[in-house]
Each structure stands twice: as structure tokens, then as C-alpha cells.
């Protein structure tokens, strides 16, 4: 499928920094020297270091940045795409095409085996698939996988999946996604997940890299495995340690000082601004589509369908004042210091069909708060003033910066005086399971997309029991995002797109905030940071050397 990769270019324009790398110019050797890797000359050791927590190695049980980066060294992908660039081209396949509008064949390479000796072949792929959608984790991202009907392997080499829905725009990028890692069918159970340590201990990968120790959190040790034979190629170290932090202000310090060679998400603006000035390292900027929004459990917020004063239209009124309220280019400037735009609508701008809906229908029409529109959405709805609001954010995930972010969002919410704000906050592992348990009625939410299309910003969060769980629903909407997935006609297309962000800016099921773009700052003798940064989203550790 072609991506909206030239779409994804103009929105660096337009967007600032959301994910970034960092690299100093020295760093530990790890196993020091160089070391000979397939046959090839690769560097020493990198060290690389992030705040992402990974919630699980199993595919079928994460849906999130920090466990998705680690999958991508480890695990292949049926179709991937080269390094600097983003279009789906075979990983383990041979070949893919449509055979069919419905149907859509990938040749297997032959001879391939995992790590572990165990043969990789069509039964591993039918199983992978198929254990995601029977799992169904509420961290995992079966919600992708929505569109498959079954999937057939006549032989060893070939697997063919019968879509529901013909002419699927985006099912080759699926494929590539955090639904697409291929597990081993030796190893994994098919109806619960497998531990990370039974993971490690079963050394069931197939990637660049194996997993040569594992401290979740902490510190993971790969090492560059020469049986690989996908698009990525070898890798061009030896391996790499990834380094775990809670403190952002500690990464920041460890890639001053050279602790670490490459630091990915998250650091505060204030961070990034200071490190522009260190002769030592150097920004480059690549393709984004990160987004920062707010979530409304339609269950379990005020007036929410769950609670004793149930009643639809003051829940839709609360959140109809909330948009009213909320100065974006407040957050952007004076957070962010403008390396996060203001967001108006579900799909951000730089995608096909991105519109800006919510400046529309909410605040002032120009992008500023109105809090007279607020305050009649309230009062029209017979809602007393003011009204309680437990809101909760994540502080380590989504950077440091998100104390100070949603800080301004219980201000901007309270200073009207319809709302007191009961702000809470608690750590990524927690956060992430509990905000789909319907345990924080409103709530903070960040996303890094999969793949570079719009649809990836509607079928994952506004089908029926799509990830965030938050219990929303409309019919419209569902058959509109069906339809658009299936439209190979670009103008058609985009039109739908703008529709299903117009419904969805009426119904407020999530109020988008912030959208942003990758940034990297390399150092002088660590190379290939930049061929990371590209419209696939996936960071590459096999890219970078010394």
C-alpha cells in the first residue's frame, strides 16, 4: 500500500518534538573494541537509553512505544520496511500481493528457524495472528486485526488471509505493525500470554538481535544475531544494552557525559533546548504524528452511563465545556515551548483528510477558550456548578513535562469556575492497565502511530472495544471508518475522513491536545541515529554505531 509519506514530510513543518533521540559523542564500549557480526566488521556495543516502560515481550499483550521498540529488534515482521524509508517490502516474506480484492498471499521465505532451532514457517503466522484476536489483551492490539476473516497455509510457505472488507488501504502496513511480530508456535500458548522471562529463557526471537539478559525496567542485553535474514540486514554493532530511567533529568545528564550513547523518549523541552547548545551533539529532524489527548470514560465520568446520576446529554455537556475551556496554544508555549503544536482534530495535521474540527465547533473559532460557550453547554444541560472532575495522568511515560501539561489543564478548566479538578497521578505500569479497567473517569493518553496513515488514528481508539476501552459507541461512525479503510479512490477518501473527525468532535469520546514530530540529536562519532528517524516510526538500534 503507498503511505502518505510526502503528507508525513510537509507535517514536520507543522508539528514540533515529540519523540526523540540523543547521542553523545562517547559512550561505554560495552564489549569493547569491534567485533565481527554475518561476516561483517560491526562496532562496539551501543548503549541506549529511554524513560518508555515495556509492559510485555509478548506481542499479543502490548499495544505501547516502550515494548514496541524492544519487539523490533528481536522479533521480524512478514513485510517491514528499509531503514529511511517506510514502505511496507518483505521482511520474512518472499513476496505479498492481492490475489484477490479479499484475499492477500505472502510467500514465505524457506528454510528459515528461530533462534532457538525451532522451524519458521506458515503455521507460526497463522498462529501469531490468530492468538492476538483470541487473546484479545485490553494491552494488546487486536484491535488491528479486525478486518481478517480467516487466515489458510496450503504448504509450508504460503499464508493466505481472507479480509471481510475488500481493497483494504492499509492491511500491508498492519503487517508491519505492533500486530504484525510472528512468534514462535513451539514456544507461545494459544490462549494466554507468555511471560517475559519464559520469553527470554525460550530464546524465541527472530530479529537482529537476540535478548542476551533481561532485567524488565532496568537493563536488557541483545546481541546481534547472524542468522537474521530480513530487510534490515545486520546489524552495525556488535549489540546493545538498553538502559531504563525513571528521571529524565539522569538520561539527560548520563548523554551529556557520554553514560550512554543513544537516549529515545522521553525528554522535557527545556532538556532538548538546553542540549542544542552542547557542541557535542546535533539535531535532526524526522517524520512524526504523535499526538497527546484526553480520554472520556463514557462509563464512569460525571453523568457517565455507569454512575448513580446517569444521563447522556450533561456527560456530552461536561465534555462539550471542557473543549470550550482548553487553551492548546497556552500548553504549547508555555510547556513545550512550541516543540508541540496545537492539535484540532482526532487525525493530525500532515495526514490525508486531516481537518481541524474541534477549533470549529469549540472555544472562540479561532483557537482561543470561550468560557461563555462553557458555561451554556452547563447551564443549557441543567448541570450545577461546579463540577467535580477526577482527572489522572501518567508522569513518566509521556515525559516529566506532563505534571506541568495537565497542571495548566486543571487551571484553565477551574479559573472558569464550572469545574474543580481532582488531578492524580500514577506510574506507567499501573497506569497503563488501569486506565482500561475503568478506573480513571477521565484521563491522559498519548500515541505514536503505527503506521503512516489517517486510518491509524480511527480504527484503533472508535471501533467497539478499541483499545482505550473507554466504552464510546456510535454506529456512524463505525461505518464510516469501515468504509474509508476500503475506498481506494484518494479524493472519496479523504472526504470520509473528514466526516468521521466532524461526528467525533460531536460526540468528544477523546479531546485532542498536542501534536508533534521526531527529533534527534546526534553525536560526532555516533552514526545512523538519523536513518532511525523515518515515516515507519520504528527505532532501529541495528542502525546505529560508533
Known sequence: MNKSTRALRSAIALAGVSAFALTACTGPSGGGGTSTTGGATASSTITYGTTDKVTALDPAGSYDNGSFMVMNQVYSFLLNSKPGGAEPVPDLAESSTFTKPTEFTVKLKSGLKWANGHVLDSKDVKFSFERQVKIKDPNGPASLLTNIASIATPDATTVVFT???????????????????????????????????????????????VIDSYSKNTLVSLKAWPDYKGVLGKPSNAGATIKYYTDQTNMKLEVKGGQIDVANRSLSATDIDDLKKDSNVTVNVGPGGEMR?????????????KTPEADPKKALAIRQAAANLIDRQAISDQVYKGTYLPMWSNVPSGFLGANESFKQAYGDGSGKPSPDKAKKALTDAGIT???????QYNPDHYGKSSGDEYAMVKDQLEKSGLFKVDLQSTEWVTYNSASKKDSYPVFQLGWFPDFSDPDNYLTP??????????????ADVEALIAKQLVTADKSEREKQVQEVQNLLAKDISTLPLLQGAQVAVSGKNVKGVDSTLDASFKFRLGQVSK
Not at 186 to 203: R, T
Not at 385 to 391: A, E, F, Q
Request: net charge negative.
Open 163 to 209: 479480509l471481510k472488507q475488500a481493497n483494504d488501504q492499509t492491511f500491508a502496513q498492519i503487517l508491519q505493525s505492533p500486530a504484525g511480530p510472528i512468534v514462535d508456535d513451539e514456544v507461545f500458548p494459544a490462549d494466554k500470554l507468555l511471560s517475559d522471562e519464559e520469553i527470554v529463557k525460550a530464546n524465541a526471537f527472530y530479529g537482529q538481535y
Open 461 to 474: 481508539f472508535f471501533l467497539k472495544g478499541g483499545f482505550m476501552n473507554n466504552h464510546y459507541s456510535n
Open 385 to 391: 456548578t461546579p463540577v467535580t472532575i477526577k482527572l
Open 293 to 305: 489527548y484526553i480520554v472520556f470514560n463514557f462509563d464512569t465520568m460525571p453523568f457517565g452511563a
